[in-house]
Every structure is written in C-alpha cells, then in structure tokens.
T-cell receptor
Framework: QQPVQSPQAVILREGEDAVINCSSS?????VHWYRQKHGEAPVFLMI?????EQKGHDKISASFNEKKQQSSLYLTASQLSYSGTYFC????????????FGQGTRLTINP | NAGVTQTPKFQVLKTGQSMTLQCAQD?????MSWYRQDPGMGLRLIHY???????DQGEVPNGYNVSRSTTEDFPLRLLSAAPSQTSVYFC?????????????FGDGTRLSIL
C-alpha cells in the first residue's frame, strides 16, 4: 500500500526545475505533500483530491492523475530554501485521514 | 500558538523499560496520529484517533498502546521497550472539517533504546 516516490534523490542548482512523482497501486482519495528539513518536523505543502485537480503554491505546484493513481510535485526556479526531503502521504478513504507515506525524495539545491 | 506539543524531546531507555510519550494539541482538532520515522525512511503510522474515546491501529501498532480520554491529549505508551523501537516519533493532529485537512506535526521525540 505504500506509495512509491521517484526519484529517491535529486541534486539541482539554484534556479533549476524539479519534478517528484508519487505512485500508488491502490485507488487514492487524496494525496498530501510535505517537506521536511533535517532534524525538523514535516511541514504541510498542499493536498490534492481525486478528480485530477492541480494546485499551486508560489513556485511549487502539484497535479493528481486519477487514471494513473499518481501525483506529481513541480518545483520551478528552485531556491536554496527548497532543500529537504519531500514526502507524499496518500489517503484511500474519504474522511479517514489515515495517511500512508512514501519513502521520501531528498532534494538538494546548490548555489 | 503552541500547536502540537510533544514531550520529552529526547529520551534514552533500557530494554524492557516502559514509558509514555506525551502529545497535546490546542487547536481543537478531532484527528490525532502517532508516526515513527526511522533513518532514511518515511513516516509509518502507529495508531490514530478520530476523537475522544476512539482509537485505531495503523501500519506498525505492535508494542505500542494509546488511549484518548480528551480531545487535547493523545499519549503513546511503550509497554516493554526494544532496540527495534529506537526511532523518532511524531505526533500529528488535523481537523475533521471537510474530511481532508493538513496534518500539523509536533517537533518529535527522539527515542533511543539500549
């Protein structure tokens, strides 16, 4: 049931773009995205519901492809502050909020 | 705004000891969850609660007990600590609201079992 994230790690230079994918073998109700910096708690980025919506948040946006049961997180013109590990959390039942998290994608932004 | 407060922040235990990790939230959230995070891995759900008096198991519940007597508090009990329980433990809360809401995480408890 654990979603699979890809890639596992990515290294960018400041200003470059990145895409992180989160795939599930089970039908999803919602996908949550969080960022965690080393030694800190995960911080909420956005939630997407089934229906294929796309959301944006400054230069970070995400989409949800219900047909593929996949969500993608897009980081454009990356900043140093974007460094961290990104996790997707998947919810299979409406209202359950019982998240199953992927293993994470470590993003390193170099100047 | 305190949000989600976890205590203690660090703890070292000996194998076989028991202890309780405390979690309190002041946002009147209905949902609360406990996760463990092992090095280089994602978060795994231990137990969660949808309201006072209601709890359910997550992915890795063995060796842990929970209860929820109030909306604010959701303590996690380790019955007999084992080295495999060495981990960082996060408590999170969220609003029932529309059924989908962000989870607010505490700062975590770093637990070592010797």
């Amino acid at each position: 049931q654990q979603p699979v994230q890809s890639p596992q790690a990515v290294i960018l230079r400041e200003g470059e773009d990145a895409v992180i994918n989160c795939s599930s073998s089970k039908a999803l109700y919602s996908v949550h995205w969080y960022r965690q910096k080393h030694g800190e708690a995960p911080v909420f980025l956005m939630i997407l519901l089934k229906g294929g919506e796309q959301k944006g948040h400054d230069k970070i946006s995400a989409s949800f492809n219900e047909k593929k049961q996949q969500s993608s997180l897009y980081l454009t013109a990356s900043q140093l502050s974007y460094s961290g590990t990104y996790f997707c959390g998947t919810d299979f039942i409406q209202g359950a909020q019982k998240l199953v998290f992927g293993q994470g994608t470590r993003l390193t932004i170099n100047p | 705004n305190a949000g989600v407060t976890q205590t203690p922040k660090f703890q070292v235990l000996k194998t076989g000891q028991s202890m309780t990790l405390q979690c309190a939230q002041d946002m009147n959230h209905e949902y609360m969850s406990w996760y463990r995070q092992d090095p280089g891995m994602g978060l795994r759900l231990i137990h969660y609660s949808v309201g006072a008096g209601i709890t359910d198991q997550g992915e890795v519940p063995n060796g842990y007990n929970v209860s929820r007597s109030t909306t604010e508090d959701f303590p996690l009990r380790l019955l007999s600590a084992a080295p495999s329980q060495t981990s960082v433990y996060f408590c999170a809360s969220s609003s029932a609201g529309t059924g989908v809401a962000p989870q607010h995480f505490g700062d975590g408890t770093r637990l070592s079992i010797l």
